[in-house]
């Protein structure tokens, strides 16, 4: 059974001790608490030191702190997980024996759990994620193999961001031979040639939020930014060039001095593992930890789709019904499955913008579709909903923003658009309620298309009605029909 109270994990990593409360552990992790503390256990990583008592008194007073906020906010379940810097640490069990004694019952993940989890944690995020993830802390590298939606081999190396220094120290060439051979003796060399590198971690992910603004991307959303194999080499050298200041405008203090060493890290991977691209996950050990524990049957569901579906019936002015609406334009198109994925995202959430102002329905539809915290979808998939909303809220044919149109070809806008005016089309037929779509149907034949209706619901069809079924058929390049059906 998923539950439906709030759920928390709180991960105890080498740079800090973070807590994440999500509403309710379902196939859409919704965030409603998110807390780090700099506690800086695995500062010691590089001799293989024992936790300074400083650093653990800082961990400590953090979890003292979340165990009052976890109770306070109902949260139904909290897991504590710790992972390299606590691993590798000789005043380990002390350590865990203080974190019990402020009542948490913490576990420790070996290097293969921590890979399982970032891997899952990939899954959960892009279902059809195929390749290596490389999960990057402060103490370690986790490389895992991802085939067929399943985690498959996984190794845990001595790579992470705070050891890096003393092997950087030896110079680049050593720092590039070490990484290949620890590589190559892990059994993954070439191991994603023709696929994808999922970079997760913090430090990777400042690394794709500082590309987006380099390149001055419409859209800056980190999760599933894709790179380029040279693109580490590249940030590498304008590192050497950038300000400080302009970094911390970026990504957070805590990163800027570790973003050198994991784009180094991450150009000696390249040419270890050769990736086809680069891609960026928002989602690792803490969401495979979530993940891990759904049904499979809850696995399955699509979470774009999900999203989408509650986002439509929290907003909606009548019971969601995003699917039927689907399923009545669908008769229309000849969408393959990624496109048919997307515009039933759309009809999802063709109902959302009822509550605002006339004049910026249309402006509402594209800023949820951009901006939403949908996951499982690239830019271009973003811009296409955007594009189907803005015609659906009677925006036009066009979207009103050119540097994100053209993240996508001309042919996915005007396929868009014409989903647009096919949703647009069924919510003022039917008042915006099932009813009257699951009295008639759309179908196209012989160049036209041909709206049916039941003799029972012909007073449904009406000029505004007939406005936009032309407008459809103007923008699909077809005649209208309508025949009233017993």
């Not at 993940?291 to 019936?313: F, N, Q």
């Not at 009406?462 to 407008?471: G, L, M, N, W």
Request: proline share 4%; with cysteine.
């Amino acid at each position: 059974m998923v539950a439906r109270a709030p759920v928390a994990i709180i991960d105890i990593g080498s740079n800090s001790v973070r807590l994440v409360v999500y509403s309710a552990a379902t196939r859409i992790p919704s965030v409603i608490f998110n807390e780090k503390i700099m506690a800086g256990l695995g500062r010691g990583a590089e001799a293989g030191g024992a936790l300074a008592e400083e650093a653990q008194t800082r961990a400590l007073g953090a979890l003292a702190r979340f165990a009052l906020l976890t109770r306070q906010m109902g949260v139904a379940r909290t897991r504590v997980v710790a992972t390299a810097a606590v691993r590798d640490a000789p005043n380990r069990d002390l350590f865990l024996d203080r974190i019990r004694a402020i009542g948490f019952k913490p576990k420790l993940l070996s290097g293969q759990e921590e890979g399982r989890m970032a891997g899952l944690g990939v899954i959960s995020g892009i279902p059809d994620a195929d390749g290596i993830v490389g999960d990057l802390g402060g103490g370690s590298l986790e490389l895992v193999d991802l085939r067929g939606g399943e985690v498959r081999n996984r190794v845990s190396l001595p790579l992470g961001v705070l050891r890096l220094s003393a092997l950087e120290a030896r110079g680049e060439t050593a720092f590039v031979k070490k990484v290949v051979k620890a590589v190559d003796e892990a059994g993954f060399a070439k191991s994603a040639r023709g696929r994808n590198f999922y970079m997760v971690g913090g430090s990777w992910r400042a690394l794709a939020q500082l590309d987006l603004e380099l390149i001055k991307h419409p859209l800056p959303i980190t999760h599933q930014h894709d790179l380029s194999p040279r693109r580490p080499a590249e940030l590498r050298a304008v590192l050497k060039e950038l300000d400080r200041d302009f970094l911390r405008a970026i990504v957070s203090a805590s990163r800027v001095s570790q973003l050198p060493r994991a784009t180094q890290l991450l150009e000696a991977l390249v040419p270890a593992l050769e990736p086809a691209a680069l891609v960026a996950s928002s989602f690792g050990i803490r969401e495979g930890l979530l993940y891990d524990e759904l049904s499979e049957d809850v696995r399955r569901l699509d979470p774009l789709i999900e999203a989408t579906r509650e986002a439509g019936a929290g907003l909606g002015r009548f019971q969601q019904h995003g699917a039927l609406l689907d399923r009545w334009i669908a008769p229309i198109f000849d969408d393959r499955p990624q496109a048919a994925r997307l515009r039933l995202a759309a009809c999802h959430l063709s109902d959302i913008a009822w509550a605002a102002h006339p004049d910026f329905r249309a402006e509402r539809g594209i800023d949820m579709a951009l901006h939403g915290n949908w996951i499982a979808i690239d830019a271009p998939g973003r811009v296409m909903i955007a594009q189907a909303l803005f015609c659906a809220f009677g925006g036009g044919r066009e979207l009103p923003y050119p540097a994100i149109a053209a993240l996508c070809s001309a042919a996915e806008l005007e396929r868009a658009m014409q989903w647009g005016f096919a949703m647009r089309l069924g919510q003022r037929l039917s008042g915006g309620v099932a009813a009257g779509l699951e009295r008639s149907r759309l179908l196209r034949k012989d160049g036209a298309i041909r709206l049916e209706i039941r003799k029972s619901e012909a007073a449904l069809y009406t000029d505004i009605v007939e406005r936009r079924f032309r407008s459809l058929a103007a923008a699909i390049d077809c005649k209208t029909e309508v025949k009233i059906v017993a």
